[in-house]
Structures are given as structure tokens and as C-alpha cells.
């Protein structure tokens, strides 16, 4: 009783006085810590009560191997299962669950699959621990073969079971499966309460069929709060306030009060779509029903005032939250950051060390990128001096923060001696560094990193192979591209979505193109955008017009959304080939038949289309008339078609357009230097040399190479 109302002190006082103890009594303590979230204490009195001479029964396990789980003390763990075995109760059905869950949420998968594997018979609680560790650890494909194979030995299904199937659709993006898997249910006449049903709507929202979750959820019978909380924290991550607002209103008109979860979904969307007035609404509605004193909902009302620029209302929120964790301070200084009050981000910082508050890891990253915002070298400096002395010198998140800032400074060699001086470095450390070489142009050095993590013993992740093999695309080193591409397919990440689109750019680029269609042949099955736009761009790139537009008409039949970059790669390499009409229609679909809103991209590659092929006023009135101020590289597009097409006064209107905006930019002299030279101009060529030299503006010379 007492520790079913969570009074653990009356539980250890009454304990600590009884004359006799017995196993119920042991396990009645050990059950009743780990309820309560005192996982230690209760691994602590399992200990004790074995020292004592008792031998554990499977309650008194299985609320042992549950606080293992959810400490994830995987060496405590094993040692149980070994007694386990050692007392021979390895094929009781609930010991034998707990074991599969306690190596599942452990991470463990392959030992969860071994104790599975290994037991004479199954009940459905070993069924459903098994098929739920695969759904948590990811292996959506292996949850659902094993729900499969579950039904073809007629094992009885329970809800517990398909929510774990649910999960496993969930993580898998399959609207088909999970259609199938909620037929079965029906077709069952599966006893689902609240819970399950919740489970069922978030799976359709995460596999894309919105309307589906919504048509459930409107004709569920009893609403709990957390059929609300699923349906709005779904709703709240498209960034539809108006939506997420109109369901809130409808939950409030019931009665239901909602909790810190539901204002935490409100309050991401509010903050997604930066809509002031709601966030005063919600603030007035936080203070009124007392959630102001919830640590996570004052956070997320600092940070969603912050995204609207309101970081005065942000601070005064902050200040009056009265037991401030360090997630509030991460979130105003985050809040600071974001608005460019850098110096009011350090001052904060300075702040929360004058009251010893201990920053963390995010805290720092944070930081660090406030300085990058504000170009303050000095400061970040500082603030590693500031890091070392915090002892986070060595923790992974940091270092790798670290080394990218300095890469970003174009400070490439001090990112280095950070690298080489740090003793444990973990993948993202090393990731960090491959980037800083390929962001710095030092892409055989970014090679020669990847050589000595390989060296040590070590495998890339799919980030580090990704980085190294753009920068083999950047300097179109295809001997080094084949080598890498070798690496991928042995470390099987050769249907990872960013490996893969780099190994199709960097054959495209290296000239390959036929290696780049065997690459996206691999791969493609997956279905995913951005391997579609880099064939795209990759056909573009040798001018392939027709291969480009099949793989344009593929991605419609796979019902993928093409994005903004697929259309400037179409457009641009019907530019190249003066498809000019053809251009006009690829760029009118964006929003006649997308139903987008064209982005500055896709106007400039219009202009490059327009200038290129000679239709140089539609260029200008494309520039006059799009809802963006027109950038350096838009100019230059107008610019080089007055060069191609030797249209020397709108060449010079133009250029005087373009030197407002970057005064010393080397190739606008170049550009209007040609544009004389083509229509005979000789003397005006020399003129504008003349400027470039009383400018100081410099020329520098290309350079080519070629791969032996």
C-alpha cells in the first residue's frame, strides 16, 4: 500500500521492523522501488535479499531486469540472466520477456534475438517483448516479418502486439502496411482501449495519410487527453497554428483541461508559424490555469516569444520562473542567439557562471555559434579557454562544435591542433574534422582523415563517408571516389540517402555518368527526393535532357514531390540547351501545377534561362518583377547574356547595378570587360582595366588540373 501511493520512506521504516522477512516481503521492496522510479535502491535490496540466502522468484526478477532496462545497466543485466540460467527458470514465459526487454531497450538486439531464439515455446508475452524490442531499437522490417510470423503459427494476437506492429509501420513510412495492419485489428475484433487507438492515429499522421489519423479520431467515443495531445503534437509539426488552434479550441469547449504536453504542441506551432497574437493568447491562457510554474512549458514560451523577436517578453518570462534549470538558460541565451543580441547571449552566459550554475554541453554549443554569427574570434577563444576549464574539453558534442566553428572562421588549421591535442575522439569529433577540411577545400586532407580513422581501427558512419566523398566531388577525384564508393558498400551505406546522393554527384562530376545511373539504380528504391534531384542534376550536368525529364517523370509516379532544387536543375540544364519554352513550362508548374511558391532559386535560374538564350529584356523584367531583391548572382546571369549576346548599353546598366551591391567583386570588371571586347570596344576593355586597377581590385588568374 505504501508503495503504491509512492511513500517509500514508510515502506523502508515498516520494512526495516519486522522481525521476520520472506521472499514476498523482498520482493514486495524491490517491486515497489522500481514502480517508483528508485531503480538503484531496489538493484540495491535484490543484492541484499540474495546475500540474505533467498532465492529470487520471476516477480522479483522481473522487476529487477525492468530497473536494468530502464537504467540500461546492461552488465547487471547479463549478470541476472546468468543466475537465470544458473537456476534454471530461463523458459519461464514473464523471466524470459523481461530478458528480451531488458537487452532491447539496452540496445542489444542481437542478444535479445538469442534469448528469443533459444526458449522451447512462447507465450504471447514473448512474442510481443520481442517484436516491441525490435520496434524500439528501429528494426521496423524485422518487427513486421516477425507480427507475420507470429500470425502463420496462429499465435492469439493482443493489443499489445499490434501496437508494437503499429510502431514498427510508424518507423518504416509505409502507408500500406500500416493500412494492413489496422485491417487486421478490425478483422479480429481486437479489444483496443484509448492507448492502442492512440497508437493507430499517430501511424497514420507519421505515414503521411493525415486524413486517416483525423477520421479515427473524430470518431473515437472517448477522447482521453492524450488522443488530443497525439492529434495536436502531429498537427503542430506542419506548422499549422490555424489548425492547432481550431483543435485546442474545440478540446477547451468539452471541458478537458490540458496539460503541459499539450501546451508544449500548441505553443511548436505557434513558434513554427511565428504568430504573435496566439502566443499572447496562450501566455495569458498558461498563467491563468498555473503552468507558468512547469519548468518545460516556461522554456517553450521563452523560445517561441524568441522566434517572433519578442526576447524582452522571452526575459521577462525568464526572470520570473523562479527555480531556473539549466534548460531555461540554454533556451533564453539560444533566444538571444537567434535575434543577433550576441553580446546579451555572453552577458547571460556570465551571469549563470557568476551564480555557479553549471552549464552544459548545449549550453557551449550555443555559445559557440553565437560567436560564428557575430564573427567574434577572440570570443570564441575565450570560450574554449572557458570549456577546458568546465572539463568538457573531451565530451564528443563539444569538441566537434568546436572544431567546426574554427573551420567556419576559416581558421582550418586550429581545428586540426584541437583535433590531434583531444584524446577520445568519438565519430562526430571525426565527422566534424572531415567537414572542416572539405569546408576549407582541403578535401585530400579530409581523404587522409578518413585513412587514419580506418587505421585506428574504426568505421565511418554514414555522415563522415558522405562529407569525404563531396569533397572527392569538389576536386573530381574519380580513383578516390571509386576507393570510398568500395568503403560504402562494405559498411553497407549504400542505400543511405545522403551517402548515396553524394556517390551519384561525385561520379557526375568526375565524369562518370553511367557509374552515377548504376549508383541511383541501387538506391532509388528507396524513394526518397533527394536522390531524385541529384540524378536530375547529374544528367544536367552532361546535358542530358531527356534522361533528365524520365527521372523527372518517375518521381511523379512515385508520388514524390518534386522540390525547389529539382526545378532549378531542369531549368538550368534547359538553359544550357536552349529549351527556352520548355524552361517557361517547367518553371509556370512550380505553382500552377505544385501549388508552390517559387523560390529565389528558381527566379534566378529563369533569369539564367532568359539571359543565356538571349532574351535579355524578359530577364530584366523577370529581375523588376520577383518578390525578392535582386542578389550579386542574378545580376551576373543578365550580365553574361549581354556578354554572349553583346548588348553593350544594357551591359552597362547592369554592371553599375552590380557594383552598388559589391563594389571589389573581380568578376563584374571581368564580365563588362568582355562585353566591350565582344562588340569591338577596345578602348572602353582597357578603360574599365584601368578602374579595376585604381580600385585595387585584383583579377586572380584560373587554373585547370587533370587526374593521371
Same mark, same amino acid.
Given at each position: 500500500m505504501y508503495s503504491k501511493c509512492g511513500v517509500l520512506d514508510c515502506c523502508l521504516k515498516l520494512f526495516d521492523e519486522m522481525p521476520e522477512r520472506n521472499l514476498v516481503s523482498w520482493t514486495s521492496m524491490i517491486s515497489g522501488f522500481i514502480q517508483n522510479g528508485e531503480f538503484e535502491s531496489g538493484l540495491e535490496f535484490y543484492v541484499e535479499m540474495i546475500g540474505c540466502g533467498y532465492q529470487p522468484n520471476e516477480f522479483s526478477l522481473g522487476s529487477v531486469l525492468r530497473g536494468c532496462a530502464s537504467m540500461e545497466a546492461i552488465g547487471f543485466g547479463s549478470s541476472v540472466h546468468s543466475f537465470v540460467l544458473k537456476i534454471g527458470i530461463g523458459n519461464n514465459y514473464f523471466v524470459a520477456s523481461s530478458i528480451i526487454y531488458m537487452y532491447a531497450k539496452c540496445g542489444v538486439i542481437e542478444a535479445a534475438e538469442m534469448v528469443f531464439e533459444c526458449m522451447d515455446d512462447h507465450d504471447v508475452g514473448c512474442w510481443n517483448a520481442m517484436i516491441g524490442g525490435y520496434a524500439l531499437n528501429g528494426c521496423s522490417i524485422q518487427a513486421l516479418e516477425l507480427?507475420?510470423?507470429?500470425?502463420?503459427?496462429?499465435?492469439?494476437?493482443?493489443?499489445?502486439?499490434?501496437?508494437?506492429?503499429?510502431?514498427?509501420?510508424?518507423?518504416?513510412?509505409?502507408?500500406?502496411?500500416?493500412?494492413?495492419?489496422?485491417?487486421?485489428?478490425?478483422?479480429?475484433?481486437?479489444?483496443?482501449?484509448?492507448?492502442?487507438?492512440?497508437?493507430?492515429?499517430?501511424?497514420?499522421?507519421?505515414?503521411?495519410?493525415?486524413d486517416y489519423g483525423l477520421k479515427i479520431f473524430n470518431k473515437?467515443?472517448?477522447?482521453?487527453?492524450?488522443?488530443?495531445? %497525439?492529434? +495536436? !503534437?502531429?498537427?503542430?509539426?506542419? &506548422?499549422? @497554428?490555424? /489548425?492547432?488552434?481550431?483543435? #485546442?479550441?474545440?478540446?477547451? $469547449?468539452?471541458?478537458?483541461?490540458?496539460?503541459?504536453? %499539450?501546451? +508544449? !504542441?500548441?505553443?511548436?506551432?505557434? &513558434?513554427? @508559424?511565428? /504568430?504573435?497574437?496566439?502566443? #499572447?493568447?496562450?501566455?495569458? $491562457?498558461?498563467?491563468?490555469?498555473?503552468?507558468?510554474?512547469?519548468?518545460?512549458?516556461?522554456?517553450?514560451?521563452?523560445?517561441?516569444f524568441c522566434r517572433c523577436g519578442e526576447y524582452e517578453i522571452a526575459r521577462s518570462i525568464f526572470d520570473s520562473v523562479f527555480v531556473k534549470d539549466i534548460a531555461a538558460w540554454n533556451e533564453m541565451i539560444l533566444g538571444y542567439k537567434?535575434?543577433?543580441?550576441?553580446?546579451?547571449?555572453?552577458?547571460?552566459?556570465?551571469?549563470?557562471?557568476?551564480?555557479?550554475?553549471?552549464?552544459?554541453?548545449?549550453?557551449?554549443?550555443?555559445?559557440?555559434?553565437?560567436?560564428?554569427?557575430?564573427?567574434?574570434?577572440?570570443?570564441?577563444?575565450?570560450?574554449?579557454?572557458?570549456?577546458?576549464?568546465?572539463?568538457?574539453?573531451?565530451?564528443?558534442?563539444?569538441?566537434?562544435?568546436l572544431i567546426s566553428a574554427y573551420a567556419r572562421f576559416g581558421k582550418c588549421d586550429d581545428s586540426f591542433n584541437f583535433f590531434n591535442e583531444t584524446e577520445r575522439l568519438d565519430s562526430a569529433s571525426w565527422g566534424a574534422m572531415v567537414s572542416a577540411f572539405v569546408l576549407g577545400g582541403r578535401s585530400f586532407?579530409?581523404?587522409?582523415?578518413?585513412?587514419?580513422?580506418?587505421?585506428?581501427?574504426?568505421?565511418?558512419?554514414?555522415?563522415?563517408?558522405?562529407?569525404?566523398?563531396n569533397g572527392c566531388a569538389n576536386i573530381t577525384a574519380y580513383h578516390q571516389t571509386k576507393c570510398i564508393h568500395s568503403v560504402v558498400i562494405q559498411t553497407g551505406f549504400e542505400k543511405h540517402v545522403c551517402v548515396a546522393s553524394a556517390v551519384?554527384?561525385?561520379?557526375?562530376?568526375?565524369?562518370?555518368?553511367?557509374?552515377?545511373?548504376?549508383?541511383?539504380?541501387?538506391?532509388?528504391?528507396?524513394?526518397?527526393?533527394?536522390?531524385?534531384?541529384?540524378?536530375?542534376m547529374a544528367y544536367a550536368h552532361h546535358g542530358l535532357l531527356a534522361e533528365a525529364i524520365e527521372i523527372f517523370e518517375k518521381m511523379k509516379l512515385a508520388n514524390l514531390q518534386p522540390t525547389h532544387a529539382t526545378f532549378v536543375s531542369v531549368i538550368s540544364l534547359c538553359s544550357h540547351l536552349g529549351f527556352v519554352d520548355l524552361g517557361c513550362?517547367?518553371?509556370?508548374?512550380?505553382?500552377?501545377?505544385?501549388?508552390?511558391?517559387?523560390?529565389?532559386?528558381?527566379?534566378?535560374?529563369?533569369?539564367?534561362?532568359?539571359?543565356?538564350?538571349?532574351?535579355?529584356?524578359?530577364?530584366?523584367?523577370?529581375?523588376?518583377?520577383?518578390?525578392?531583391?535582386?542578389?550579386?548572382?542574378?545580376?551576373?546571369?543578365?550580365?553574361?547574356?549581354?556578354?554572349?549576346?553583346?548588348?553593350?548599353?544594357?551591359?552597362?546598366?547592369?554592371?553599375?547595378?552590380?557594383?552598388?551591391?559589391?563594389?571589389?567583386?573581380?568578376?563584374?570588371?571581368?564580365?563588362?570587360?568582355?562585353?566591350?571586347?565582344?562588340?569591338?570596344?577596345?578602348?572602353?576593355a582597357a578603360k574599365v582595366g584601368r578602374r579595376m586597377l585604381e580600385q585595387g581590385v585584383q583579377k586572380h588568374p584560373g587554373c585547370s588540373w587533370i587526374e593521371i
Open positions: 507480427t507475420s510470423l507470429m500470425q502463420r503459427e496462429r499465435v492469439v494476437m493482443d493489443q499489445f502486439t499490434f501496437m508494437s506492429a503499429i510502431k514498427g509501420c510508424s518507423l518504416l513510412g509505409d502507408p500500406y502496411l500500416g493500412k494492413e495492419v489496422h485491417g487486421m485489428i478490425i478483422r479480429r475484433e481486437v479489444a483496443f482501449n484509448s492507448s492502442g487507438v492512440n497508437s493507430v492515429i499517430d501511424m497514420y499522421f507519421k505515414v503521411g495519410r493525415k473515437m467515443r472517448d477522447k482521453d487527453i492524450i488522443s488530443w495531445n %497525439t492529434v +495536436l !503534437s502531429n498537427i503542430a509539426l506542419d &506548422g499549422n @497554428a490555424r /489548425d492547432a488552434m481550431s483543435l #485546442f479550441s474545440r478540446m477547451l $469547449l468539452i471541458g478537458l483541461k490540458p496539460n503541459h504536453v %499539450t501546451f +508544449l !504542441s500548441i505553443l511548436r506551432s505557434c &513558434g513554427l @508559424a511565428c /504568430d504573435i497574437y496566439l502566443c #499572447f493568447q496562450l501566455h495569458s $491562457l498558461v498563467y491563468r490555469l498555473g503552468f507558468l510554474a512547469e519548468s518545460v512549458v516556461a522554456n517553450s514560451l521563452i523560445d517561441v537567434l535575434n543577433g543580441c550576441t553580446k546579451e547571449a555572453i552577458n547571460l552566459f556570465s551571469t549563470l557562471r557568476g551564480m555557479k550554475i553549471e552549464a552544459n554541453e548545449i549550453t557551449f554549443s550555443i555559445l559557440l555559434g553565437a560567436c560564428l554569427d557575430a564573427k567574434h574570434l577572440e570570443i570564441c577563444r575565450q570560450i574554449h579557454g572557458t570549456i577546458i576549464r568546465s572539463g568538457f574539453g573531451l565530451h564528443g558534442f563539444v569538441c566537434s562544435s586532407e579530409a581523404i587522409a582523415i578518413l585513412n587514419r580513422l580506418m587505421e585506428a581501427g574504426e568505421y565511418p558512419d554514414e555522415f563522415i563517408l558522405g562529407s569525404v566523398i551519384i554527384d561525385a561520379y557526375a562530376k568526375c565524369g562518370d555518368i553511367e557509374s552515377s545511373r548504376m549508383a541511383f539504380s541501387c538506391s532509388s528504391r528507396n524513394y526518397d527526393t533527394v536522390l531524385f534531384n541529384t540524378m536530375i513550362r517547367f518553371f509556370d508548374s512550380i505553382s500552377l501545377v505544385y501549388k508552390m511558391v517559387p523560390s529565389a532559386e528558381n527566379f534566378g535560374s529563369l533569369v539564367d534561362l532568359f539571359s543565356r538564350n538571349g532574351f535579355l529584356e524578359d530577364a530584366k523584367h523577370v529581375i523588376e518583377v520577383m518578390p525578392f531583391v535582386p542578389w550579386p548572382a542574378v545580376w551576373r546571369s543578365l550580365l553574361n547574356g549581354c556578354r554572349i549576346h553583346g548588348n553593350r548599353n544594357m551591359g552597362e546598366w547592369v554592371s553599375k547595378q552590380l557594383l552598388q551591391i559589391v563594389p571589389e567583386n573581380n568578376a563584374t570588371y571581368a564580365l563588362l570587360r568582355n562585353v566591350y571586347k565582344q562588340g569591338g570596344s577596345w578602348d572602353d
